[in-house]
Structures are given as C-alpha cells and as structure tokens.
C-alpha cells in the first residue's frame, strides 16, 4: 500500500485543462491520495467546476498573483503527507504514475526526490521541453535534459528508458520526501518562478541527498499553460536569466565562482547580442538587478547553503556536462543527450 501522498497544484485559469489533469490524477492514482489546489488569481469557472466534478479536493485561494515558488510553499504547509507531488495544472498522468515515482525513491537510500518521464500533451511521441528524460546541467548552470537541448526535441524511442541519478527534477511533475523538502528549505520564493526546482535539487545534491529519474512513471505536459493565462510573457526572459544567475551565485563556492561566472556573463553577453532586442533588454535588467538582490536577500541565503553542505563542487561533476553546453549545441551542433560526455 503506498504511503499517503499529497499532490499540490497551482492553478491560474483554465477550467478544461485543470479537468483534464484531475480526472487523470483521480482515475490513476491509490484512492489515499490527497488533492490540493490553490486557485492563484484565478478569474474563471474553475472553482465551480471543482466543486461539483471533484469533492474530494481541498482547495485555497490567493487574490494576488504567487509565484510558483510561493503557492507551491503554501501548499505545502497545508498538508502533513510524507510524500508530496508539485504537478503542473497543464500536466496529465498515465497509469501507475505514482506507484513508479514511489518505488525509485525507496529503491535508493540517499533519493530524496524523483520525476517521470515527461512527454508533449500534443505530441505524444514526443518528449517535452521542461523535464523531458530528467535534469542536468553544464559547469555554466545551463540547464538541460535527456531528450532536450535548448529547443532540440527528440522523439522518444526508449533510448532513456534506464532509471538513474539526475542532478535535477522537473517542477511539471516533483515527487519529493516532505522532510527532505522542509530540511532543504522548500522552494526559494525569491526565484518567483522558472528554475527554483533546479535550485532545490542543487541543494539536495549539496546535502548530500540524491535526486533519481523514474522511466516506469509517464505523464504528457501541455507546457507554458499558466504563463500564458497569466500573461506573464514580458517578464519572461528577464527570470529566466536572473534565476540562473541566481543558481550560480547561491550554490557554488567562492572558488567555483571566481573561475566561472565571468565566462557565463561573457555568454550572457553574447546572447543578448545574437537574440536582440527581447534578451538584450532581459540582460540589462538582470545584471542591475542581481547585484542589488544578492547582497540584500542572496548573501544570506548563500552562507547558509555553503556552512551546511557536506559535498564539495568537483563531487558534483558526475552529474554535470564541464563544457559549455550553449557553444556544444549552437556552434558544434550537438542536438541530443547522447552526443554528450556528462562528468
């Protein structure tokens, strides 16, 4: 019998989508599971439809818009589950999704976080850009998947059908440990949104905990749902790069730093070159921006992490591509997961 999960979901808008995700939940998870919803600014039907499609789900409500970082803590604090499943509102899942998830956790001792197999909602063959065959990263802190490379989508034919360590999970679908996530400290808030799961992962890593990708566990994710609701597109880019400034600046020692932020900020000049002008102003804001948040809110942050972690940066590289995956992909035009040497 699988221990008692609670799977939270963030909600803006979209009655339908929403729906379509629950009736999955419902229809293919243990009947212990709990459902809990948090309506972040919503203005449409999708209160009423919960209510009388599914009773069983506990919902709360925010007038204000939360970052996904925020609702996701919120609701977080609202259940005690051991177990706790961050799913996007746009995601569906397939049969035996959580008993798959479930089963990767307990079969490695240090796993304190896990993710499915992510497919396109639209093109089912496909993987799908956020999570995709499991999470990892250049030295750079780039992101990247198995089974997606910046834009390079491949379709899936089994080819990363193996169960292993990843140095992050996606946020579509996280299945952590409640008392892993609490220790870690829960998601940053300061992130907002995009990037705070890979921040968490890199603390669990750092913690010496371990974060796994579970092939068995299948769901199709539409993608961008509530960005697009939200009609967040203009602060997009600008989160984007400063998260991942943030990745680095939070996460890596002073002499990890020293050796590799100045080569990201070189690429980040660069591409505020090659994609202007929507990067290029994105850029601007980022780097006036950053210097002011770290000092007031990161630097504390920072010394927390680094006094507690008790794995050093070059034990990490197992789980990290030492080039730069940008320079692999864009001028040597390496497209797949495969084409790559990963530690």
Known sequence: MIPETSILIVHVNGEDILKECLSSVFKNSPKSTRV???????????REMVKKNFPRVHFFSS????GFAEASNFLARKTSSPYLVFLNN??????????????????HPRCAACQPKVRSYHSRENFEYAGAGGGFIDKYGYPFCRGRIFNSIEKDREQYDDE?????ASGV???????????????????FMYAEEVDL??????????????????????????VKKANFHSKKDYLIIRNHLFLLLKNYSWW?????LPFRILLEILSAIRFFPSWTLASLKSFFSVPWIFFTKLRKKRKAIQKRRSVLDRELR???????IALSHFIFHKKTFKELRIG
């Open 318 to 324: 197992s789980l990290m591509y030492l080039k730069s």
């Open 256 to 260: 990890s730093l020293v050796k590799i």
């Open 36 to 46: 809990f919803v948090l309506f972040n600014s919503t203005s449409d039907g999708s």
């Open 173 to 191: 679908c996280l299945f952590i440990r409640r008392e892993d996530f609490e220790d870690a400290g829960g998601f940053d808030e300061d992130f």
């Open 63 to 66: 007038e204000e818009l939360l």
């Open 90 to 107: 746009d995601a569906v899942v397939g049969e035996r999704w959580l008993t798959s998830l479930l089963r990767t956790l307990e079969n």
């Open 164 to 168: 292993i360590r990843i140095f992050w």
């Open 201 to 226: 992962c890199w603390r669990l890593n750092l913690f010496g905990k371990e974060v796994w990708y579970s092939p068995k566990s299948v769901i199709y994710h539409v993608g961008s749902y509530s």
